[in-house]
């Protein structure tokens, strides 16, 4: 499929040249050349004739091409480009009266044109074996050029042109395994007599750019960073196509809700039209509550003892389930009891409550909480002196006080870390303290929203929740693509939230590209779409049907039916209820005659038809007169139409909980029985955020700039009761903790190619290349249950490692909200003594805290810049005292003789010489061990400043590192 | 008052002399086992070259059969491959279980997730491997020590799942360089640690002093302190094999015998769970995966293999520790008897062989049969969850137990019966 539509050729910079015809050259600019892209042609091994008009088409000022621009589709759908390709380069350029030498280096079938003269050709390079091939010989170490990359080779050849313009071409034919198109090195160099240094041909003869590492590798990134531009302007321009649909969409939403009543209880309560709904909202409630305090007996034993037990171990059967009839989630209900001739509940009687005589039951089949561990003896006591001394029902709640606004630079840590995942660097700090205008704070909210950075912290939320979980290789383990990249473009676009949710749902864009298509897998399981159905409705609908894949959910309203039905539509057909997805026969043996808390309904090979299962629970509108020709699409509608005011509110929900801690609703994957603690302030932000093109951005911008999100956190909310005074304590999360790591020390964040293919000749569904990671979101598990030393890649696992402590999912088969937050040991291990720590504190010439010690003043200047880099605050007295005191001996002398002035360097990724192709030789466990042991040495610290004191600054970064306060979000 | 059993049927009676014999056993052995060293064997070793040898075949000839040709044990009738002759020498302490199978695809990742969790991948819950779940059912012997801990690289399969985090594995890599994240690295010296140890412990104080006690900062204050007590105390000393007898750690070879020396100290201070990983392949290249030219080195391996295990064993008894401490050796399957176009061995899982040591089982040199190309099972058929419930069993976990997902009961492993000959 052609991605090209209406306007084919897009510029590397800013505009847009013409259509590509017969005679593309005569259109390139002065000092650029023209590179074409060519799809789906017929042979990877023949040369094609009669090629029409190219299928993509872009600029580059030299001969190197390292990747190529994504390929999307009409709807902005991330694509594959097909193979085979024909990647063609043509240029014209300033040649002498000498005999040069060129270097042209390709991954496949190449001819390289000099005029009309073909003066290199080569076949394909052989196909990487599959694991038992060996390692290449070791570098000529005389050579005057880099290496190429692995899969790549070079052809040399002698030219001697005459003085004058010529044109040259470069054309590769590029196809191997399956969908494998790999682009990763294509370049012509030369060289102007043996033992000069050699350049990359370019048309612009000014400044060429040396055929060396350093020069590549900042080549590479431009490179990089145009496509991402190029790539923007893609998907902006296919979203021009579905404008309209989505603006008439919004357009209807947002009168659908000027058409509803005031929002229950606010009339003449609430100022809408102030800037702060939001703190009046949340301040009626806290009155409220303050006011009624008075009434409430000093010790409450039903509320901070009993109760809890209760909502724990007895409501999920005796709440809304009210399993033999019988209720505890009121006085009345306790003591009205059940279908049981025993009476529940007898106040100063446990003797003589059933309640008391079923959880002190010897025999398993009468002693209750059934099918579960008993309670313990000191809960049996707690409910038993709360019968004893009356069965007295109340809910005692606390004063609520009001947390002191945060200070400055503490609301700034706070805010950074919440939009762009991590802390200000002292620029960022500094231009905000000196800003005198008034409403900086709001200004600031605004341009935080809008950085880029925002979007990467996102990312890892929706992976969660979506559950994306791709694989390095081979994807066996219930695997989905890595449909990741298609979020984090959706949070760059700012794409509205309906929009994400209908091309989620429908799976837009080719799974192993990176498109929504790969959340439709799950590799292996026995249902992906039933797999699916649960996560659609814990993320966007506040339902779990977690249990219902097997049989009818025991403790909630939803059967094993609903949940196929929904997976149905996500098939567009419908759906079989696989064997593996029912209770075995030998569970209903094994409970010898009890009657089963369990029913499973559906027999194994029923087959369930598309169908909305929601309608009673949802929907509050009349039935829908729209007809639809495919259940995902009709799916997508129901989910995202203005009228399912549950989903605004789970979507709400989310957000507001990612800032404030906990939701209105807990948990925020569940609603069934539990309600909102702000009704009325979930309803008026669910509103909001529907009348306003669901946009998200719009959700934080109002949450951010209450006042409540800008006070000192609170540090618990009693169980139920939540004010959100201000938002609870937190800390940070494994990927911005990461981040943080980073950019606080300043070191850039440079691991080895996240991939086991190198050559790139694999099929993309069983290798997948994540590229170059540069934040947190990018990485995956390294982890292929092979635990090849081999396929080691150090750095990768490093941070792997440390994120695994923090309770990132290597695995994500499940989608969750909530991460685990208990801290563990692994924690302060990790950032006390890895190979991390030493990688991110060294001071090489790689890292920001390098230029920082070279150029700081004093001792005290230096101790102030740490602390604001690493914990944006500057230090108190003591802590002054003590940093000073660490780093004033041998501050004066500390520069050593070898250098005027420190420049950071910048890192360049090694070459890469194993790959899956030779990971089973002897040499490459003998390889990658060594590149291992170098690794945990820590990075190379630079020679400019002596040893003692480098090693004194570096304690002093770790320290800051380790400090429990980094870790904790303000 | 008499509380009548309101859900109980009469039909319960007719139902329990219905199921086979080996489902109602069970019983706890009276000494049950205290600890497991599992030994796993990555890339999945080929039964007829090691526990379950045939006729000779030819790689070359591409005739099926064992590479090398078998001897006499110290159990009568029953045979190893040669080169395993120190193990052979101690057989009568151990049980050759040689009709193991599984049907998940022979692929490496699936086929190590079921051997370690015993159920297929299900996208609603994360099952915990059975490290973890002996890690939560009996918790480490002595404070301050894991209950679990994994001798190789951190891998998805051997962790948690819904236990938690609290029960998963603590790990090392190289056993020189001790437990990830509990030693300092070589290149900052002891005197720089103590400096900055002790600023931070100033710093922490001042923490701890001004905020409120409901902050959960001061939970991983805590965390801190377990951790560095880890770090300087009795978990760290366990690590250090040079406390060892230079005799001894020789006796055990390489790196993956000192994974096993490390793993029987572990044993002494409370471990109940150390999975020691073979998979260092500097012999062979391919590790026990031995396609094509693997083939080849993977008498070195076996041999590594065999000088590690009997110094293991015999080491455990001289501690008097073999009847408490119960060793598996295992890979994720099999391989077949015949051989590939290299001279080498695909992958099998419909029958192969995993070996149990120690841990006061009824030993009997070997338990299961299979036909001439140890292809079919002839007898007693052992599924995975049914091997699993060996080892609970044997470690005084009933086998029937229930987790607990929330409110999902998860029993501990999937309709799994232990091999009752075994358990005493």
Known sequence: ?970 | MNRRKFLKTSASGALMTALPARLRSNQIPKNPAQSCIFIWLGGGNAQVDTWDPKALGDPLQRIAGSAYPAIDTAVEGVQVCEHLHRTAARLDRMTLVRSVHHEVINEHAAAVNFMHTGRPVSGTVVYPSIGAIVNHELGAAEIGMPGYVVCGPPSNSRGAGFLGAKYGYLYVTDTARGPVGFTRPPTVSEARDLRRQKMLKSMRNEIVQTIPVEDPLLQYETVMDTSLQMSRGGFSKVFQLDQEADSLRQTYGGEFGHRCLLARRLVQRGTRFIEVLHNLNFKNGTGWDTHREGQQGQHLLIQELDTALAALVDDLENHKLLDSTLIVVAGEFGRPSSFDVAGGRGHQGSAFSVALAGGGLNHCGAYGTTDDLSKKILEDPVSVPDLHATIYQALGIESSKKLFHNDRPIPITNDGRPITALIS
């Not at chain 1, 951005?697 to 201000?726: E, V």
């Not at chain 1, 001792?859 to 005292?881: G, I, S």
Request: charged letters at 25%; one cysteine or more.
């Open chain 1, 1 to 970: 499929m052609k991605f090209r539509t209406t306007v084919p050729v897009i510029f590397l910079v800013v505009s847009l040249i013409g259509p590509a015809k017969a005679a593309p050259e005569s259109r390139i600019p002065q000092g650029q050349l023209l590179v074409e892209v060519f799809e789906g042609l017929e042979s990877k091994s023949e040369w094609p004739v009669n090629l029409g008009e190219s299928d993509a088409c872009f600029i580059l000022p030299s001969f190197a091409l390292f990747a190529l621009p994504q390929k999307y589709g009409p709807l902005g759908e991330r694509l594959h480009y097909q193979a085979p390709i024909l990647i063609r380069m043509t240029g014209r350029v300033n040649l002498g009266d000498h005999t040069y030498t060129f270097l042209d280096r390709t991954n496949g079938k190449s001819r390289l044109w000099l005029d009309d003269q073909i003066i290199s050709q080569g076949e394909a390079v052989t196909e990487s074996p599959n694991a038992h091939g060996h390692m290449r010989p070791a570098v000529n170490p005389e050579s005057l050029y880099p290496r190429g990359r692995l899969g790549t080779k070079d052809l040399l050849t002698s030219v001697s042109p005459t003085s004058g313009s010529h044109k040259v071409t470069l054309e590769c034919l590029i196809g191997y395994r399956n969908k494998s198109v790999p682009v990763h090195e294509l370049l012509v160099a030369f060289q102007k007599q043996q033992s000069d240094p050699w350049f990359l041909l370019s048309p612009e003869a000014e400044h060429p750019t040396s055929f060396e590492l350093l020069a590549l590798s900042k080549l590479k990134e431009n490179q990089k960073s145009s496509f991402e531009q190029l790539n923007q302007k893609q998907r902006d321009q296919a979203r021009k196509q579905v404008n309209s649909y989505w603006n008439s969409r919004h357009k209807k939403a947002k009168r659908y809700i000027n058409s509803l009543p005031l929002i229950e209880g606010t009339v003449s309560r609430i100022n809408f039209n102030s800037k702060n709904v939001i703190d009046q909202l949340l301040d009626i409630r806290i009155v409220e509550n303050n006011n009624s305090i008075g009434k409430h007996a000093a010790d409450n034993q039903f509320h901070e003892k009993a109760w809890p037990i209760l909502e724990e171990h007895c409501i999920r059967c005796h709440g809304k389930k009210a399993k033999g009839g019988l209720r505890l989630d009121s006085r009345q209900a306790a003591l009205a009891g059940g279908k049981s001739e025993f009476a529940t509940l007898v106040p100063r009687e446990p003797e003589r409550s059933e309640l008391f005589v079923r959880i002190t039951a010897e025999d398993e089949l009468d002693r209750m909480p059934f099918e579960a561990d008993p309670l313990t003896n000191e809960q049996i006591a707690v409910l038993k002196d709360w019968i004893q001394s009356g069965a007295e029902w109340d809910h005692f709640t606390e004063f609520v006080s009001i947390p002191k606004p945060l200070d400055e630079l503490s609301f700034l840590r706070r805010i950074y870390l919440d939009t762009v995942g991590v802390p200000p660097g002292t620029d960022e700090i500094e231009r905000y303290r000196s800003d005198r205008r008034r409403n900086k704070k709001s200004r600031l909210v605004n341009q935080l929203l809008i950085d880029p950075r925002h979007a990467d912290h996102w990312v890892s939320y929706w992976q969660d929740v979506l559950a994306e979980n791709p694989s390095l290789m081979k994807p066996t383990l219930n695997h989905s693509g890595p449909f990741r990249y298609w979020i984090h473009e959706s949070l760059l676009d700012n794409k509205p939230f309906d929009q994400f949710v209908t091309e989620l749902v429908t799976f837009q864009g080719e799974a192993y590209a990176g498109g929504a298509g790969g959340f439709g897998l799950a590799t292996d399981n026995d249902s992906p779409m039933a797999e699916k159905a649960h996560v659609v409705a814990t993320a966007f609908l506040g339902i779990e049907m977690k249990c219902a894949r097997c049989h009818d959910s025991p403790y909630h309203l939803t059967t094993q039916e609903d949940l196929f039905s929904l997976g149905a539509m996500l098939a567009g057909k419908p759906l079989q209820v696989p064997d593996t997805s029912t209770v075995p026969v030998t569970f209903f043996e094994r409970l010898n005659g009890r009657k089963s808390i369990i029913q499973s309904n559906l027999e194994p090979g029923t087959s369930v038809e598309p169908n909305w299962p929601f309608a009673e629970i949802i929907d509050e509108s009349p039935k829908k007169d729209m007809a639809f020709n495919n259940p995902a699409v009709e799916l997508a509608w129901e989910i995202t139409r203005p009228e399912n005011r549950r989903f605004a509110q789970v979507i709400v929900n989310r957000i507001w909980k990612r800032y404030f801690g906990k939701g209105f609703v807990e948990p925020a994957y569940d609603w069934e029985g539990n309600a909102a603690s702000h009704p009325e302030l979930l309803e008026y932000l669910a509103r909001e955020f529907v009348a306003n093109d669901y946009d998200l951005k719009h959700l934080s911008r109002l949450i951010l700039n209450s006042t409540a999100y800008a006070r000192t956190s609170i540090n618990h909310s009693t169980g139920d009761n939540r004010f959100f005074q201000a938002p609870l304590r937190r800390s940070m999360t494994a990927e911005q903790l990461v981040d943080s790591l980073f950019s606080s020390a300043g070191v850039p964040l440079f691991t080895e190619e996240l991939t086991l293919d190198v050559e790139g000749h694999w099929d993309p569904e069983i290798f997948v290349n994540y590229g170059f990671p540069k934040r947190a979101w990018e990485f995956v598990s390294t982890s292929t249950e092979r635990e090849r030393a081999s396929l080691t890649l150090p750095m990768v696992n490093e941070i792997v490692s440390l994120m695994r402590a923090y309770g990132w999912r290597p695995n994500r088969a499940e989608p969750i909200t909530d991460r685990e937050s208990e801290s563990n040991v692994m924690q302060p291990g990790v950032l006390a003594n890895s190979s991390l720590t030493l990688w991110v504190t060294g001071l090489s010439d790689y890292s920001d805290l390098t230029t920082l010690a070279w150029e700081i003043e004093s001792t005290e200047a230096l101790v102030d810049q740490l602390f604001l880099r690493f914990l944006t605050r500057l230090p108190n007295d003591h802590e002054k005292t003590e940093f000073m005191a660490l780093l004033e001996e041998g501050f004066d002398s500390r520069k050593t003789a070898m250098t005027d002035g420190f420049k950071k360097e910048k890192w360049i990724p090694g070459i890469r010489e194993v790959s899956w192709g030779n990971h089973l030789s002897v040499e490459a466990n003998f390889h990658v061990a060594a590149k291992v042991e170098t690794f945990q040495k820590g990075p190379e610290p630079t020679r400019t400043l002596k040893a003692d004191w480098r090693e004194r600054m570096e304690d002093a970064a770790w320290l800051l590192i380790n400090t429990p306060e980094f870790q904790f979000i303000p």
